[in-house]
């Protein structure tokens, strides 16, 4: 497949989106017939996504704004009581731990993903024997189901049955509760992301490394720099676009990570590794009584913080391909 | 000589590396083949000496059902997906639309939106048609996890395709549906083939709308299976772990036939919730 050595910031499709608002209007007059064309083709999914993604948004927004409970939910008749949802959600004695945990939880995962992902792309780049093999098998975390992978650590990480606290009974540690101890449970997701991230860090940085020309390494080489030279001075000033796009979509999906925390410690214990994913996901399905408005509340300031990273995501990238 | 020795030095350590980061998967099967009296044994085994497959019976007394589910959802997904996306790929790479630049702008911006958030918006719209507990609703939802991201490949791949060659369709008389269904699809297999997979894959894994819009209806996915058996503080991890293995099958089946399709969807701007 012809994309197989692309790295991100030579995707066609942004790059053209990210021409399209500075440049005028083609000078050729597009035939109108082309036109009706081109929008008949595009219009189930410009309506496939007003109705999927721009209405339940939409709604989002909409819950955020009233007090729903259950009955008004049904029969849509709530009161509209504006950014009431917000304030409480900011008042609530959830909001600075969960606020806190997002970022180190983000953070944490960012730096360790980035860090192991580079150093084993470099490791694979060296092409030994089998390297092409293993380097396909370290996928398979981030192609196992996330429910799969949350409940093997989850067994993993039992205080009594873990093979983890086993390990380290062995070298005279004695046993971690690392999912029912407040101290611990963010801790072990952090632990699970990492490793289900790790992957994805992998094969970008590793395409990235691809596009670095070996006839930089040799003359480096030459001058006789180290190993450890060549790195910080060659690969990683080389490798920045690159490390700047992975660090930045990796921080957009890792601010919305919910299925692992929520399988393994469902956020808690006593609210120890909830993040605004989790508490979103608490107050609208979590409990009894559903509290829908304050949800949805906690999930667009979610959504704010995804799209302000998105954009800059998206601005780093079309400086690249402009340059 | 002296090179070869090292290679194989690389790959030794380069075996050892990747023995690390798959121990979580070999203990996964390895717990699914233990014996329910050796579960709680300290320290445990580390090699299923004495396995047994009443794991596996379990799975399949219990979880077809919800293997079948998955199965229909993910083929459902893929669909849907393919017929959206590769007409839309095909517009924004060879007819270049007005507005064209606006809406690729908007997919990128669609595979931001946190899946928790898709998942309490579809909750109060099917609420209100009726949809909750439905699979048809199941697969719209889980569809929305791919079609950006298939919109980009498609429109990625079908650029490539020589402009010279739809013009000559053009010539011998063909409209732009004909070329699209007679020379451009033909021609993307690759592609149509990547998106599937990740389709397939996104839909088979996907939990967060599952668990918002099916749970506890009379048709529920396998990671559904699964989280009902955590929740109830099952203690048979053995069948647990069965389970969990009978479901990461298509992600081993994918990598080991389409290996390549992978890397290339991954590096295309790879998306994982």
């Known amino acids: 497949m012809s994309h197989t050595t692309q790295v991100p910031h030579r995707r066609p499709v942004p790059r053209k989106s990210g021409a399209a608002p500075t440049a005028p209007p083609p000078q050729r007059r597009r035939p109108s017939s082309q036109q009706w064309a081109a929008w008949a083709f595009l219009a189930p999914v410009t309506l496939y996504l007003a109705l999927f993604y721009a209405y339940p948004l939409y709604r989002n927004i909409d819950l955020s704004l009233r007090n729903y409970t259950v009955r008004s939910f049904v029969q849509g008749d709530a009161p509209f009581t504006g950014l009431e949802n917000y304030r409480i959600v900011f008042d609530d004695p959830t909001f600075a731990p969960a606020l806190l945990h997002t970022v180190v939880f983000t953070a944490v995962c960012l730096v360790f993903q980035y860090a192991i992902g580079l150093a084993l792309a470099v490791f694979f780049n060296q092409h030994f024997r089998l390297s092409a093999t293993l380097r396909a098998l370290f996928l398979v975390p981030w192609l196992l189901p996330l429910i799969v992978s949350a409940s093997t650590w989850s067994w993993m990480l039992n205080s009594d049955s873990g093979i983890v606290n086993a390990a380290l009974h062995a070298v005279g540690i004695g046993p971690v509760n690392w999912l029912t101890s407040p101290s611990w449970s963010l801790t072990s997701v952090i632990i699970a992301n990492i490793w289900i991230g790790v992957p994805f860090n992998l094969v970008v940085l590793y395409s990235g490394l691809q596009s670095i020309p070996t006839s930089l390494y040799e003359a480096a080489a030459l001058d006789g720099a180290s190993a450890w030279q060549r790195f910080w001075r060659v690969t990683f000033p080389l490798l920045r676009p690159v490390s700047a796009i992975t660090l930045l979509l990796g921080l957009v999906y890792t601010l919305k990570v919910f299925d692992i925390i929520w399988i393994m410690t469902k956020g808690g214990p006593a609210e120890s590794s909830t993040t605004f994913a989790t508490w979103s996901y608490q107050l609208g399905f979590g409990n009894l009584l559903p509290a829908f408005g304050p949800g949805a509340a906690v999930g667009n300031l979610l959504v704010v913080a995804a799209l302000v990273f998105g954009l800059v995501y998206v601005r780093v990238q079309r400086k690249q391909a402009l340059s | ?273």
């Open chain 2, 1 to 273: 000589m002296r090179s070869r020795k090292r290679t194989w030095g690389k790959t030794a350590i380069g075996l050892l590396l990747t023995g690390i980061m798959l121990f979580p998967v070999y203990w996964m099967v390895n717990v699914s083949f233990t014996r329910d009296q050796d579960m709680r044994k300290s320290p445990p085994d580390l090699f299923p000496l004495n396995g047994t497959l009443a794991g596996y019976r379990t799975v399949l007394d219990e979880q077809l059902p919800y293997l079948g589910t998955s199965l229909v959802i993910g083929l459902g997904t893929v669909v849907l997906t393919v017929a959206l996306s590769a007409p839309a790929g095909y517009a924004l790479a060879k007819l270049r639309p007005r507005g064209g630049g606006v809406l690729g702008f908007v997919l990128l911006a669609a595979q931001m939106i946190p899946g928790i958030i898709m998942a309490m918006g579809f909750y109060a719209i099917y609420l209100q048609l009726g949809l909750l507990q439905s699979v048809p609703g199941l697969i719209v939802a889980d569809s929305t996890l791919a079609v950006p991201f298939a919109v980009l490949i498609f429109t990625a791949f079908m650029s490539g395709i020589p402009g010279e060659l739809l013009q000559a369709a053009k010539t011998d008389g063909a409209g732009a549906l004909r070329t699209f269904w007679s020379i451009v699809l033909p021609m993307s297999r690759n592609a149509v083939v990547t998106v599937s997979l990740f389709a397939f894959l996104w839909s088979w894994s996907d939990f967060v709308f599952a668990s918002t819009l099916v749970n506890g209806g009379s048709y529920e996915p396998i990671t559904l299976g699964i989280y009902h058996y955590i929740g109830n503080n099952n203690q048979e991890w053995n069948a647990i772990m069965a389970t969990a293995v009978v479901a990461s099958l298509p992600a081993a089946v994918i990598l080991v036939l389409a290996q390549r399709y992978v890397a290339a969807g991954v590096t295309a701007g790879a998306v994982k919730d």
